[in-house]
């Protein structure tokens, strides 16, 4: 509740991310087939693509870890109180992006490279565009959806948002939420599993043959 209106704020000054990296622990993630929380359905509406590393491999968000190192002194000493301790926090993200060389930079600044992002924080999250041969779904209060007749449980945190069940190249049924990926439903079991290693790729989806990111 105190974090998301700063979330909004910077969004806002700053533009939307492209993605969202994080490890695997709350609040990012959850130990559910979804791993979703409710501040990562916030940036799954948004558009912005979740992106996790492995579990038990923060070298994978190495950037971030030697961030950390770095204001560790901040942590060891904190200041008498919440105002204090913000005047301190600022002076810190001060030096950090404006003044303190950085050697993955070139010992440039972090300020001289930094542009916004020309992705709008939009007044009102859009709504999903599922294509039309998608099987829409409204997660009941419970976390689970209708299915052939019976009910298959997904997720509480997506209560009352509409995902989409989508058919696979060999026959399963893939759901997501927007554009993230929750899993593949087990109908025999009527259950959601997590997608394999390697994710067969649903009728229709576009390909990438450049070799890099979409």
Known sequence: EETWPVFERLFEEHGLPDRFRSDNGSPFASAGVTGLTPLSVRFIKLGITLERIAPGKPQQNGRHERFHLTMLPLAKAPEADRTAQGQAFEAFRRSYNEERPHE???????????????????????????????????????????????????????????????????????????????????????????????????????????????
């Open 104 to 214: 993955a930079l070139a010992m440039d600044t972090p300020a001289q490279h930094y542009r916004p992002s020309p992705r709008t924080m939009p007044a009102t999250p859009p709504e999903p565009d599922y294509p039309a041969e998608a099987a829409v779904r409204n997660v009941r209060h419970n976390g689970e959806i209708r299915w052939n007749g019976g009910f298959v449980y997904v997720s509480k945190t997506l209560a009352g948002e509409a995902i989409a069940a989508t058919e696979t190249e060999d026959g399963q049924w893939a759901l997501s939420f927007h554009a993230h990926p929750l899993g593949i439903l087990d109908t025999r079991r009527m259950k959601l599993v997590r997608r394999s290693a390697a994710p067969t790729k649903p009728l229709g989806a576009a390909t990438d043959t450049t070799g890099g990111k979409l």
